[in-house]
């Protein structure tokens, strides 16, 4: 969850005036960190408005992908599964229950 603007205003025109920045982390109780990264991105964007969320990394197999596998070879264990996409037996197993598919527990 992001800072906000009140507090990130607070704590940037107390360093602009003069307070040092470890002070400053103390004060406010923020990291020293993220008062530094507050100071560039307004060196950067002129504002120290949060920049908007991208929606995180992007997955490694795409679910069409994943899902034709799936399809063409329903009888793959979770290791062969793994093995095919270069993923460990948990990532296979959670990408089968993310695109809703059941692996059985016994052959």
């Not at 107390?14 to 993220?34: C, P």
């Not at 060196?43 to 399809?71: H, L, M």
Request: net charge positive; charged share 25%; hydrophobic share 30%.
């Amino acid at each position: 969850m992001a800072y906000s603007l009140d507090l990130r205003d607070r704590v940037i025109n107390s360093v602009e005036s003069g307070m040092k920045k470890k002070n400053a982390s103390i004060i406010f109780n923020v990291s020293l960190k993220t008062i530094q990264n507050w100071l560039q991105l307004k060196k950067e964007t002129g504002s120290i408005c949060p920049r908007p969320y991208t929606g995180g990394a992007k997955p490694k197999i795409s679910q069409e992908v994943f899902e034709s596998y799936i399809n063409d070879n329903p009888s793959q264990t979770l290791k062969e599964i793994g093995k095919h996409f270069n993923l460990t037996y948990g990532w296979a197993a959670y990408n089968l229950h993310k695109y809703g598919y059941v692996n059985k527990k016994k052959a």
